[in-house]
Every structure is written in structure tokens, then in C-alpha cells.
């Protein structure tokens, strides 16, 4: 019985955690879409102070959530509570050409409950679009999914 394990299966353990525990980012980036950060940082508001006034937040908790995006790449936080946007993070600004925002308060608020059901489907071979329907999403949402997972 082996009782240390390989560095390929550390590796392949945080792999997996990461992607275990990765909906935590799928919901800070919603937050941040909702908020309106990217737009907020790129008009000048750089401080998180600053920040929480113009979004109405507490100032701990947002820091908290700038440094979780931060981790993620979407912004670029330093030791003062300084803010900048990454090139991930400006297509969470509303007026971005190829701008996310949408999509990123939809799946975070709507679309992510589809996915509670997954075993369910699993087992009963609902399909995702007819999830979608019946959770009340329009046609066009379903189409864009659909796009997008087959």
C-alpha cells in the first residue's frame, strides 16, 4: 500500500480542487458584472474606499472580493488598495466590444440553477435546453446555450 503520494497525483489533487471548489469564481465574477466594477475602475474609481461608496458595499467585504478577482485575473490589486482592470477583467465593462457583463449576471444568477439538477438529468436524460425552458428562459437563452455546449 502506497501511503505518500507522487507528485503527479498532487498535482492532479489540486487540479481537482480547484475545480471542485470553482464556483465560488463563477459567482464573484456575477458579483462584480452586477456591481459594476470594470466599469467604475475604468471611469477612475481605483480606491476600494472609493469603490465601496460608488457601489454601495461594505469596504472589508468588497476588498475581500477585489482580492478573490484579483486571484482570478480579472483585476489587478496592489498593497494600497489600488485598482486596475486586466484585459480579462475590461470585458466586464458594459461598453467593452466583446463585453461579458450580460453573461456574466445571467449565468451566475439564472443559469447556474439549471446545473443543481445535473443528476437528475443524468439519470433521466432531460436534456440541458429542456432545463432551460422549464426553469423559465427564453428561447434565445436556450439557443445560446445550446451554441455553446454542443
Known amino acids: 500500500m502506497q501511503t505518500l503520494a507522487t507528485a503527479e497525483q498532487r498535482a492532479a489533487a489540486h487540479q481537482l480542487l480547484e475545480l471542485i471548489g470553482g464556483s465560488w469564481a463563477t459567482h464573484a465574477i456575477g458579483v462584480a458584472a452586477r456591481l459594476g466594477l470594470a466599469d467604475h475602475v475604468a471611469s477612475g474609481v481605483t480606491q476600494v474606499v472609493n469603490l465601496a461608496q460608488v457601489c454601495d458595499c461594505d469596504a472589508d467585504a468588497l476588498h475581500r472580493l477585489l482580492r478573490g478577482l484579483a486571484a482570478l485575473g480579472v483585476l489587478g490589486l496592489d498593497g494600497h488598495g489600488q485598482c486596475r482592470l ?65
Do not use: I, K, P
Not at 125 to 132: E, I, Q
Open 86 to 150: 486586466t484585459t480579462t477583467g475590461d470585458l466586464l465593462r458594459r461598453d467593452a466590444a466583446l463585453g461579458l457583463s450580460s453573461h456574466a449576471q445571467w449565468w451566475s444568477q439564472q443559469a447556474w440553477g439549471v446545473w443543481s439538477d445535473l443528476m437528475g438529468s443524468v439519470r433521466t436524460a432531460t436534456d440541458f435546453h429542456s432545463l432551460l425552458l422549464a426553469a423559465g428562459f427564453s428561447v434565445r437563452h436556450v439557443l445560446l446555450a445550446g451554441a455553446r455546449f454542443q
